[in-house]
């Protein structure tokens, strides 16, 4: 027995036996011996999980279903690595596509996992049997590819988008409508997929389904359907329409060939509408358009002045308007009766205006011709040589730019120079002779001869002596150069007259006048007549002054306008007509 053995049974010496005393000893003995067995065997543990290689995983170490027992971190990364490569089967709808992990954008961390598995820091290695500790990693860690993941997820729902088509309506030969009925579409959203590829575990799982979404037209079919029955229903029973007494109604044909249908996604419905310009034209077609016809006046004005006048009284008659718009309102809702709407026919005032061949006569032609050309500024002169003496005119010494009819005062000058022996009238002029310039002058209203006369003869003498024989509103001294149609027209006067010119030289100047050939103006207008007339005309103006050889009337008519030939003509016609009479 040993001394401690000894000690402690010492207090139980006196109450129990040796024998007894000896198994309590051996026993003691025996757990000494287990201790000391046991920390040697703690001992060597935390000698062997001191030693362990650093970069070796734990005999019992996991990482999902991936084999990582007696492997280094080298080896580990390998195999984790690997399963970037593993296949992924995506059902994506009714599409199958066949992938590897690294095509989803996202790939294993197994840098990061190898570290973690092969983690066993010193403080954990003194603690015994730590060794045996199930080091485990349940969950892949992942790196992730955001810009390869986007295009993937933009490819899928691309290919996996088919759009909606609405039912339409398609219009046959016989203006019926037939239905073509709608197809569904589908999308897969791309969150659904953003998210089947943020849950994939390529360690547990190898094949991903991601459903695809219906979606639904804006107008389906039966919409559609009850467009057409609608339309059907209006056709059956066509409206009819009261105006003035009796009652109209379109053919069913007619309601048809009006109707027309467009789609309104946004209400998911079709707008039934019908073509109130074709239901004018019918209407126009069926309805008389006057149902009361207005008394108009009738105004009897006999040179300028009103005669008589009878009272007028308006009628009543189908505004298309309005009625093509309340048909088709009609057609819309399905109303079975309307009433044409009708307005007031205003009654209007005929003018009946006659003019006795008299002064007063001419002046209302000429004061009538001048109202139907409200933007003409004209002024006129009428002079009857012979016969009655009867004159007329408006405006006729307001003075105005002469364009060529300068000339005829040019000419009349020269005339008188070479009567009096001062002007030769064989003296070259302008690649002309003097006369010839006369001619050219009148004849085609040449201007450089018109201009080489005045400068050699002098524009101020020439406007001297013109306003010494009476004819002052005439100025060609200088530009602008301006004369009146009362002026132009007296000059006309006398030279007819021989007053101007002896007889020879004014025959030679009329005989010029009359081959001038420019004569759309007054000698347009005056048919029958022989006319002799010097025109004057550049933008903004044209005149004409001539004498009138008409059948039954011989006069001088001298018109200056701001630019209307037309319009001359019209005048030399109406006066021309009246003094046929």
Not at 44 to 62: E, K
Not at 67 to 96: C, F, M, Y
Not at 556 to 573: E, M, P, S
Request: glycine letters at 6%.
């Amino acid at each position: 027995m040993t001394y401690l053995a000894h000690l402690a049974l010492r207090p139980l010496y006196p109450r129990v036996s040796v024998a007894r005393l000896a198994v309590v000893a051996e026993t003691l003995l025996w757990a000494q011996r287990a201790v000391a067995t046991i920390s040697a065997a703690l001992c060597l543990v935390i000698i062997v999980q001191l030693v362990y290689p650093h970069d070796y995983v734990r005999p019992f170490a996991q990482a999902a279903t991936v084999p990582i027992a007696h492997t280094n971190q080298q080896t580990l990364q390998s195999r984790l690595e690997a399963l970037n490569d593993r296949p992924v089967t995506l059902v994506v709808g009714p599409k199958t596509y066949h992938l590897k992990v690294r095509d989803t954008g996202s790939t294993i961390n197994s840098q990061a996992m190898s570290q973690q598995l092969v983690s066993y820091d010193w403080h954990e290695r003194l603690v015994p049997f730590s060794i045996l500790h199930k080091a485990a990693i349940d969950t892949v860690q992942y790196q992730h590819n955001s810009v390869k993941q986007a295009a993937l997820v933009a490819s899928l729902t691309a290919e996996n988008t088919v759009v909606p088509h609405d039912a339409t309506l398609v219009k046959q030969a016989d203006k019926s409508y037939v239905v073509v009925p709608h197809t569904d579409g589908y999308q897969v959203p791309p969150t659904a997929i953003q998210k089947s590829l943020a849950d994939f575990d390529p360690l547990s799982i190898t094949t991903m389904t991601i459903p695809r979404q219906t979606i639904a037209p804006a107008i389906t079919t039966d919409v559609a359907t009850a467009t057409v029955e609608k339309l059907a229903a209006t056709q059956k029973t066509p409206p009819t329409i009261t105006y003035n007494g009796r009652t109209y109604s379109p053919f069913v044909e007619q309601i048809k060939a009006w109707s027309s249908v467009s789609a309104q996604p946004t209400a998911h419905q079709f707008t039934i509408s019908y073509d109130t310009a074709a239901i004018r034209s019918w209407l126009g077609s069926q309805l008389p358009l006057v149902a009361q016809a207005p008394q108009n006046s009738i105004v009897t004005v006999v040179d300028g002045t009103i005669t008589s006048q009878t009272t007028a009284q308006a009628g009543t008659g189908l505004d298309l308007d309005n009625t093509a718009a309340s048909l088709a309102a009609a057609l819309q809702s399905g109303t079975a009766q309307l009433a044409a709407t009708t307005k007031t026919l205003a009654a209007s005032t005929q003018v009946s205006r006659s003019y006795t061949p008299t002064n007063n006569g001419l002046n209302a032609i000429i004061k009538d011709w001048q109202a139907d050309y409200p933007r003409l500024t004209a002024g006129v002169t009428f002079i009857e040589l012979g016969g009655q003496g009867r004159q007329a005119g408006s405006n006729g010494d307001r003075q105005a730019v002469t364009a060529s009819i300068y000339k005829l005062y040019v000419a009349w000058y020269v005339f008188k120079g070479i009567e009096a022996g001062s002007i030769d009238p064989n003296t070259p002029i302008a690649g002309k002779t003097t006369i010839g310039c006369l001619e050219a002058m009148l004849v085609v209203s040449d201007n450089p001869c018109a201009v080489a006369l005045g400068a050699q003869y002098n524009w101020v003498a020439i406007t001297n002596f013109v306003h010494d024989q009476g004819f002052t509103g005439t100025d060609i001294s200088g530009m602008p150069l301006k004369s009146t149609p009362a002026d132009t027209a007296r000059f006309l006067q006398s030279l007819a007259a021989g007053k101007l010119l002896n007889s020879t030289d004014t025959a030679v100047f009329l005989g010029y006048m009359g081959r001038q050939i420019y004569r759309s103006a007054i000698p347009a207008g005056s048919p029958g007549s022989t006319v002799q007339d010097k025109v004057g005309f550049f933008p903004g103006v044209w005149n004409d002054a001539a004498i009138v050889y008409s059948p039954k009337s011989t006069y001088v008519l001298v018109v200056f306008t701001n630019g209307n030939q037309d319009a001359i003509k019209d005048l030399a016609a109406r006066i021309h007509s009246l003094l046929q009479t």
